[in-house]
């Protein structure tokens, strides 16, 4: 996902002092994923990316994969060596893989909002990473806002349950007509 910071902030290292803690949740039907938490974007990031490959299983030729963008804006504490050790010993207590960190972050303090969102279908299947759209939620407030520049790259792959396993077994009589 790729930032858009002020070029004074960004080149010149000047300006926003500002951290995010991100994290995506991915949705397919009632499966849930969520990625691994980012917990230091500032104004030296171009970009965020996640490195996680979310697998669905069973899904319907005409699933909608949601996905939802939640970041944290980093207050508490300006030093940068200390926010990503407590807010990953905060997140690391979570109780599960897909819901813990937003449990995690709302008995912690740490208020995760939601940014953006995207829908994928399988026209948007391709061996090849592509770029996404990505519609951007809480423009109220600006400063508290994750700087994204509106859309994402990723590579959505789709293989057919058939392929999966053995469908039928046992012999195979073969009869010649002729």
Same mark, same amino acid.
């Given at each position: ?23 995506? !949740? *991915? ?20 970009? !965020? ?30 030093? !940068? ?9 905060? !997140? ?46 809480? *423009? ?7 700087? *994204? ?14 392929? #999966? ?10 009869? #010649?007509?002729?």
């Amino acid at each position: 996902m790729p930032l858009i910071w002020k070029g004074t902030d960004h080149f010149k290292n000047r300006g926003d002092y500002r951290r995010f803690a991100v994290f995506c !949740i *991915l949705r397919v039907g009632t499966e849930i994923y969520d990625t691994v938490l980012a917990n230091t974007v500032d104004r030296s990031m171009t970009d !965020i990316s996640f490195d996680d490959a979310i697998i669905f299983h069973d899904v319907p030729p005409d699933f909608e994969l949601r996905m939802e963008v939640y970041s944290c804006l980093l207050q508490n504490d300006l030093s !940068i060596a200390s926010t990503p050790r407590k807010l990953k010993k905060r !997140i690391s207590s979570s109780l599960s893989r897909t819901l813990g960190r937003k449990a995690a972050a709302g008995l912690s303090g740490e208020r995760f909002d939601l940014v953006a969102r995207a829908s994928l279908k399988l026209a948007d299947s391709s061996p090849e990473p592509h770029a996404h759209d990505l519609l951007l939620e809480n *423009l109220e407030n600006a400063h508290h806002q994750l700087p *994204l520049f509106g859309y994402f790259c990723c590579r959505l792959a789709v293989r057919p349950h058939c392929l #999966e396993g053995q469908r039928l077994t046992g012999p195979l009589l073969l009869v #010649e007509v002729g």
